[in-house]
């Protein structure tokens, strides 16, 4: 079971907004930076979102996360079909040992 | 442009041992921290270890610990993770991705090497 917590699965309809949140402690994300990730399996993983909020170049303003307290949120606006993938949020646990933790992941289904 | 290549993957016995590799180009290897990420078949991102720059620091995820070894050789760019006492849940693609200190986030993914742990 992963250490932070995502909804296993979202959908949205071409141009609608989604929402994926991700859920933590005070031992993880209150404390500390959150990334997002793009996965498909059979390619590299992709990041979008650092430091909770920043996007790398590159990276579509169409995506943006926010954090408050011991969550975070991944928005996409204007879902297109090449949205559909698995997203991941990220961070530093140090409650035990310091660890690197994901979420669960959310599978994206463009409806 | 920054390029992470892996290798090493294959097919092992449980109990057995293997030795992936990481070549990266594109970037000044030893001015950052790497890591080892994995996914296995039906499930999510794994985080495995983390070395810092100079290996000073290291981290490893507690489903490993003890088992696998990550290294790095700044002179040839490359990031190691030797793998011992494999068993059939290390199954996975591993990827080797870097570190981005001032962002704290996985900046560049290599594209990852399958091994597969069966009898």
């Known amino acids: 079971q992963a250490v932070l917590t995502q909804p296993p699965s979202v959908s949205a309809a071409p141009g609608q907004k989604v929402t994926i949140s991700c859920s933590g402690t005070?031992?993880?994300?209150?404390?500390?930076?959150v990334s997002w990730y793009q996965h498909l399996p059979g390619s590299a993983p992709k990041l979008l979102i650092f430091d909770n909020s920043q996007r790398p170049s590159g990276i579509p303003d169409r995506f943006s996360g926010s954090k408050s307290g011991t969550s975070a949120t991944l928005d996409i606006a204007g879902v297109q079909s090449g949205d559909e993938a698995d997203y991941y949020c990220?961070?530093?646990?140090?409650?035990?040992?310091?660890?690197?933790?994901f979420g669960g992941g959310t599978k994206l289904t463009v409806l | 442009e920054v390029l992470l290549v892996e290798s090493g993957g294959g097919l092992v016995q449980p109990g057995g041992s293997l030795r992936l590799s990481c070549v990266a180009s594109?970037?000044?290897?030893?001015?950052?921290?790497m890591n080892w990420v994995r996914r296995a078949p039906g499930k999510g991102l794994e985080w495995i270890s983390y070395v810092s720059s100079s290996s000073n620091t290291i981290y490893y995820a507690d489903s490993v610990r003890g088992r696998f070894t990550i290294s790095r050789d700044n002179a040839k760019n490359s990031l190691f993770l030797e793998m011992n006492s494999l068993r059939a849940e290390d199954t996975a693609v591993y990827y080797c991705?870097?570190?981005?200190?001032?962002?704290?986030?996985?900046?560049?993914w290599g594209q990852g090497t399958l091994v597969t742990v069966s009898s």
């Open positions: 990220g961070t530093w646990d140090t409650s035990l040992n310091i660890v690197w933790v």
């Open positions: 991705a870097k570190y981005q200190t001032g962002a704290t986030s996985f900046d560049h």
């Open positions: 005070s031992s993880n994300i209150e404390f500390n930076s």
């Open positions: 594109g970037f000044i290897f030893n001015s950052y921290s």
